[in-house]
T-cell receptor, first 113, second 112 residues
Framework: KAGVTQTPRYLIKTRGQQVTLSCSPISGHRSVSWYQQTPGQGLQFLFE???????NKGNFPGRFSGRQFSNSRSEMNVSTLELGDSALYLC????????????FGPGTRLTVT | GEDVEQSLFLSVREGDSSVINCTYTDSSSTYLYWYKQEPGAGLQLLTY?????DMKQDQRLTVLLNKKDKHLSLRIADTQTGDSAIYFC????????????FGKGTKLSVKP
């Protein structure tokens, strides 16, 4: 069974631009969660989508948004990039029913210059 | 909200046992997890424990939970150089369909 895939793996953007990251969950998984990992703040939860609906949301500004498609693939968008958005963005998938193991992808390394 | 704390570094010799400690603040956290992250990689789920358990063993890994003190530990027996990685403790908050709150991670270095 293929694991969670994220594209692109690396990205360099300029302040003020926007970026879209993609996550393909494990086949059969309906929940996708997104996390931001930085050296200073560690791993922070962004949001979770289940069956195309946002089910949980962390404490991030509205510049961070996401969506999920009918095939469970998810995209995350960050608008008006700031230097502090430089991070590793991880997505995790799970079946989404009850308490469930989350399987993480390798992440997308975003650098904002 | 939930806060999860871990020591940042641990260094052990190959063959010794490693013990990584974690404390959390929200007593309603139902599940507690240990993840491993190797350089350049995502997180790998190692094991998890339900809050009504005291201990869980899985091959070289032993998880101990002291719910009264809100203290969780991960013991790795016969630590190998391949165990060198960052280990994250995480607590599930917000019920069974909630989200994970992670500690900052403990960097384990295994010396030959």
């Amino acid at each position: 069974k293929a694991g969670v895939t994220q594209t692109p793996r690396y990205l360099i953007k300029t302040r003020g631009q926007q970026v879209t990251l993609s996550c393909s969950p494990i086949s059969g998984h309906r929940s996708v969660s997104w996390y931001q990992q930085t050296p200073g703040q560690g791993l922070q939860f962004l949001f979770e989508y289940f069956s195309e609906t946002q089910r949980n949301k962390g404490n991030f500004p509205g510049r961070f948004s996401g969506r999920q498609f009918s095939n469970s693939r998810s995209e995350m968008n960050v608008s008006t990039l700031e230097l502090g958005d430089s991070a590793l963005y991880l997505c995790a998938s799970s079946r989404g029913q009850g308490v469930d193991e989350q399987y993480f992808g390798p992440g997308t390394r975003l650098t904002v210059t | 909200g939930e806060d999860v704390e871990q020591s940042l570094f641990l260094s052990v010799r190959e063959g010794d046992s490693s013990v990584i400690n974690c404390t959390y603040t929200d007593s309603s956290s139902t599940y507690l997890y240990w993840y491993k992250q190797e350089p350049g990689a995502g997180l790998q789920l190692l094991t998890y424990i339900f809050s009504n358990m005291d201990m869980k063993q899985d091959q070289r890994l032993t998880v101990l939970l002291n719910k009264k003190d809100k203290h969780l530990s991960l013991r790795i027996a016969d630590t190998q150089t391949g165990d060198s990685a960052i280990y994250f403790c995480a607590a599930l908050v917000g019920g069974s369909q909630g989200n994970l709150i992670f500690g900052k991670g403990t960097k384990l270095s295994v010396k030959p």
